[in-house]
């Protein structure tokens, strides 16, 4: 009982802050309410982030530790690193800062989400997210659909990259395409059995955006299928809830 008292009381003297778009889905997810006092301002930026509602209730920041200051955060997340010069401020003011690794893999996702529930005084904050990786897991079959996921101008995720590792578990599999891109001409040659687009910033008026409203796209025999361009930025947590939708969809 003490000592469940005492991470309680550990958990409310929390006060964390996050300078990077990618770090804060980790703590908006994982913190309780009360523990965040600030988030980058992309996150609060909806066309960026879905976690927007949750980011705008807490202080925006430009990614600086000097801009978390104010906050008196005695923890403060990053990926990417702020610079030794930010580290020592950090330091020397009694801050606590975890430079998350960019990951590569969904075990990583999962490493990085262990690590921030740590660092928030339970790890048992990150088990109904590893539960639900788990459970993709075990449902994704042996062999994947033959898929191509399409970004603005025809960018593409790479086999073997962190997003075809996601597309994976959806039951997708990311076709090989030469430079990392697809073509128009060679989606209508060759088209995929299913063909994931992107919605990143689908109101925003771009030479990339609208190579992607072409009336070819939707006269192909491909299975059409949108994702939350967003999740895909950083390849995190968000990713969950993104491929048990696909994997519904597809």
Not at 29 to 57: F, I, M, T
Request: net charge positive; with cysteine; aromatic share 2%.
């Amino acid at each position: 009982m003490a000592a469940f008292a005492s991470l309680l009381a550990a958990s409310a003297a929390l006060r964390v802050a996050s300078l990077n778009l990618c770090s804060d889905e980790y703590l908006l997810l994982l913190a309780h309410p009360g523990e965040v006092v600030s988030v980058s301002r992309l996150s609060q930026d909806p066309q960026e982030s879905s976690l927007a509602p949750l980011a705008r209730r807490v202080a925006g920041n430009r990614g600086r530790i000097e801009d978390v200051i104010a906050a008196r955060s005695n923890l403060v997340l990053t990926m990417g690193g702020g610079g030794r010069s930010s580290g020592a401020i950090a330091r020397s003011l009694g801050m606590r800062v975890i430079d998350l690794p960019a990951p590569a893999t969904i075990d990583e996702v999962a490493e990085n989400l262990r690590i921030v529930a740590t660092a928030l005084g339970d790890p048992r904050r990150a088990a109904p997210a590893m539960a639900r990786i788990a459970a993709l897991r075990a449902a994704s079959p042996q062999r994947g659909i033959d898929t191509i996921w399409l970004g603005h101008g025809g960018l593409t995720q790479s086999p073997g990259s962190l997003g075809a590792n996601w597309m994976a578990l959806a039951g997708m599999a990311q076709r090989p395409l030469t430079g990392g891109r697809a073509t128009l001409e060679a989606l209508i040659t060759s088209p995929p059995k299913i063909l994931v687009t992107s919605n990143y910033r689908a109101g925003q008026v771009s030479e990339g955006q609208r190579w992607l409203a072409h009336p070819l796209l939707a006269a192909l025999p491909s299975r059409l299928i949108a994702t939350d361009g967003r999740a895909w930025t950083c390849g995190g947590p968000m990713m969950i809830g993104e491929i048990e939708r696909l994997r519904a969809a597809r």
